[in-house]
């Protein structure tokens, strides 16, 4: 890239690839420099920005406030100077050198990602793929640019963000095999009240849905605590009589631990699942690639 203004345009290059890798020794080798290289590539961002983008915290490199408020103009800046002065050039999948950090809950990954991970390597081998785990607070992800694209429930109130729905999701009951709640006819009130109930919440909520249509029938369940994600939850449902919940499209997750599902015998109202992004990705070929990629995969669960 050239200069403007005085400022080296490279370095919003190698700025984005330092918020991403967040490292000198990884930007380096992305952007096939020597350590030293970067590290004064590193030291004129940090004259030309006032800031030090990058400190360090342990072993690790962190980014600053600031360095978190300019990412995502970064990176779309950086986006859309490719395509000005090389359209065309991401088109071709097998030349693109990118990583994609796709946010959503850990049940995504265990379903989804050998599924992506084979696809990326077969179509788009410079394709990194990274997967966040949801977090308890609510964080801009999709505009601070932390994460590219975010897969499942999307409650996402930013009025600029891009969603789209894939398919509607109901939850089914799930307890070890040899469960005393498996003979039998299954009841309301045996569900409530046959055991206790572990609930999966990022947040750590321990009333949902379940507890509203419980109510209705005047009945209630006896919550024994909360894990952050549904693979957790399934380990300790498989030692213990406690009765769970689970999506249908994380069904083989527990069919795989040899863990039974059931039908609830509630009303409850259905899950749409999808995913969204930013606005700035609607362009980008590579990111078009992996929307499709995921909207896929989604629609094969859900048929499945």
């Given at each position: 890239?050239?200069?403007?203004?005085?400022?080296?345009?490279?370095?919003?290059?190698?700025?984005?690839?330092?918020?991403?890798?967040?490292?000198?020794?990884?930007?380096a080798?992305?952007?096939?420099?020597?350590?030293?290289?970067?590290?004064r590539?590193?030291?004129?961002?940090r004259?030309?920005?006032?800031?030090?983008?990058?400190?360090r915290?342990?072993?690790?490199?962190?980014?600053?406030p600031?360095?978190?408020?300019?990412?995502?103009?970064?990176?779309?800046?950086?986006?859309?100077?490719r395509?000005?002065f090389?359209?065309?050039?991401d088109?071709d999948?097998?030349t693109?050198s990118?990583?994609?950090?796709?946010?959503?809950?850990?049940?995504?990954?265990?379903?989804?990602?050998?599924?992506?991970?084979?696809?990326?390597?077969?179509?788009a081998?410079?394709?990194?793929?990274?997967?966040?785990?949801e977090?308890?607070?609510?964080?801009?992800?999709?505009?601070?640019?932390?994460?590219?694209?975010?897969v499942?429930?999307i409650?996402t109130?930013?009025?600029?963000?891009?969603?789209?729905?894939?398919?509607?999701?109901?939850?089914?009951?799930?307890?070890?095999?040899?469960?005393?709640?498996?003979?039998?006819?299954?009841?309301?009130?045996?569900?409530?009240?046959?055991?206790?109930?572990?609930?999966v919440?990022?947040?750590?909520?321990?009333?949902?849905?379940?507890?509203?249509?419980?109510?209705e029938?005047?009945?209630?369940?006896?919550?024994?605590?909360?894990?952050?994600?549904?693979?957790?939850?399934?380990?300790?449902?498989?030692?213990?009589?406690l009765?769970?919940l689970?999506?249908?499209?994380?069904?083989?997750?527990?069919?795989?631990l040899?863990?039974?599902?059931?039908?609830?015998?509630?009303?409850?109202?259905?899950?749409?699942?999808?995913?969204?992004?930013h606005?700035?990705?609607?362009?980008?070929?590579?990111h078009?690639?992996?929307?499709?990629c995921?909207r896929?995969?989604m629609n094969?669960?859900?048929?499945?």
């Amino acid at each position: 890239m050239t200069q403007s203004a005085g400022l080296d345009l490279n370095l919003l290059v190698a700025l984005d690839v330092l918020l991403e890798e967040q490292s000198v020794q990884g930007a380096a080798h992305r952007l096939h420099l020597s350590e030293p290289a970067m590290s004064r590539t590193l030291g004129r961002i940090r004259k030309a920005l006032g800031d030090p983008i990058l400190v360090r915290a342990g072993r690790r490199m962190v980014p600053t406030p600031h360095a978190l408020a300019v990412r995502a103009e970064v990176s779309a800046v950086v986006e859309r100077a490719r395509a000005l002065f090389a359209p065309g050039r991401d088109t071709d999948l097998r030349t693109v050198s990118r990583t994609f950090t796709i946010l959503g809950h850990d049940a995504i990954a265990a379903t989804h990602g050998a599924a992506l991970f084979a696809r990326a390597a077969r179509e788009a081998p410079g394709v990194r793929l990274r997967f966040l785990s949801e977090s308890h607070v609510d964080v801009p992800f999709l505009r601070q640019g932390i994460a590219d694209l975010e897969v499942g429930v999307i409650d996402t109130t930013a009025p600029e963000v891009h969603r789209e729905a894939v398919y509607e999701e109901r939850m089914l009951g799930v307890v070890r095999s040899g469960h005393p709640l498996l003979d039998g006819e299954l009841t309301p009130a045996r569900f409530a009240g046959e055991a206790g109930h572990l609930v999966v919440s990022r947040r750590g909520r321990q009333r949902g849905p379940i507890d509203d249509a419980l109510a209705e029938l005047g009945l209630s369940r006896r919550v024994v605590g909360s894990v952050g994600t549904y693979p957790a939850s399934l380990f300790v449902l498989r030692e213990t009589d406690l009765i769970g919940l689970i999506t249908t499209y994380s069904r083989p997750m527990a069919d795989s631990l040899g863990l039974v599902t059931f039908e609830i015998p509630l009303p409850l109202p259905a899950v749409e699942v999808g995913f969204a992004w930013h606005p700035r990705h609607d362009a980008d070929p590579a990111h078009a690639w992996l929307r499709g990629c995921v909207r896929e995969l989604m629609n094969e669960v859900s048929s499945g």
